[in-house]
């Protein structure tokens, strides 16, 4: 059965400092798709950054990045010099290849970051 | 663009009350729609799916049901609420441009009470 695994409630990270958000997942199938979302305290869930099981580099978005160790099974968002407005929770997902037409996600229990001066 | 629109932002209804939260979605054409639950601190569940008009998949057996009238609307129904189903309530939709990323509407609050 799949499975997202965010080991981390809470994080810390002083302002213009990089933070690293765990993330390691379980799933047999071949081809698969994993996400990060970001949810600030409006509630609303903002998509970051895509990688693709098949995809032979790390995926990058702005100040956004991917650590993608397949072998490891794990997906972990690194975020680079934090902001005040990153502070909120982040949930890595995952999407199974053999959903042929659809994009259902699995979702993690997701990590808290609090950015601080 | 393409947006998603969800009403009633917040909602406060008694046990045993109907409920209908809508969802629409705009600059986009037979997308794949998602209804998510968030419990309290918790991730996202599942909780139906449609790849077309009338065309409804379950994930999880519960006292709540959706449909899908038009392309570009989903809605989400209840004939009794409990306690339980308190929670944010996202509106997702992904394909038809959008690649297979899913992408969520602001949210409907619940509580029941």
């Known amino acids: 059965a799949q499975k997202i695994t965010q080991t981390q409630p809470g994080m810390f990270v002083q302002e213009k400092e990089a933070v690293t958000l765990d993330c390691t997942y379980d799933?047999?199938?071949?081809?698969?798709?994993l996400f990060w979302y970001k949810q600030p305290s409006s509630g609303e869930m903002i998509f970051l950054i895509y990688?693709?099981?098949?995809?032979?580099q790390n995926a990058t978005e702005g100040r956004y990045s991917l650590n993608f160790q397949k072998a490891r099974k794990s997906a972990n968002l690194v975020i680079s010099a934090s902001q005040l407005g990153d502070s909120a929770m982040y949930f890595c997902?995952?999407?199974?290849?053999?959903?042929?037409?659809?994009?259902?996600?699995?979702f993690g229990t997701g990590t808290r970051l609090q950015v601080f001066p | 663009s393409q947006t998603i629109h969800q009403w009633p932002a917040t909602l406060v209804q008694p046990v045993g009350s109907p409920l209908s939260l809508e969802c629409t979605v705009e600059?986009?054409?037979?997308?794949?729609l998602y209804w998510y639950r968030q419990a309290a601190g918790r991730g996202l569940q599942l909780l139906f799916y449609?790849?077309?008009?009338?065309?409804i998949s379950s994930e999880v057996p519960q006292n709540l049901s959706a449909s899908r009238p038009q392309d570009r609307q989903f809605i989400l129904s209840s004939k009794k609420l409990l306690l339980s189903d308190s929670g944010f309530y996202l509106c997702?939709?992904?394909?038809?441009?959008?690649?297979?990323?899913?992408?969520f509407g602001e949210g409907s609050w619940l509580t029941v009470v």
């Open positions: 997702g939709r992904s394909g038809a441009g959008s690649g297979n990323t899913i992408y």
């Open positions: 997902a995952m999407r199974e290849g053999s959903s042929y037409n659809t994009d259902k996600l699995i």
């Open positions: 990688q693709g099981s098949y995809d032979q």
């Open positions: 799933t047999s199938d071949p081809s698969y798709g």
């Open positions: 449609s790849v077309g008009i009338g065309q």
């Open positions: 600059g986009t054409s037979n997308p794949n």
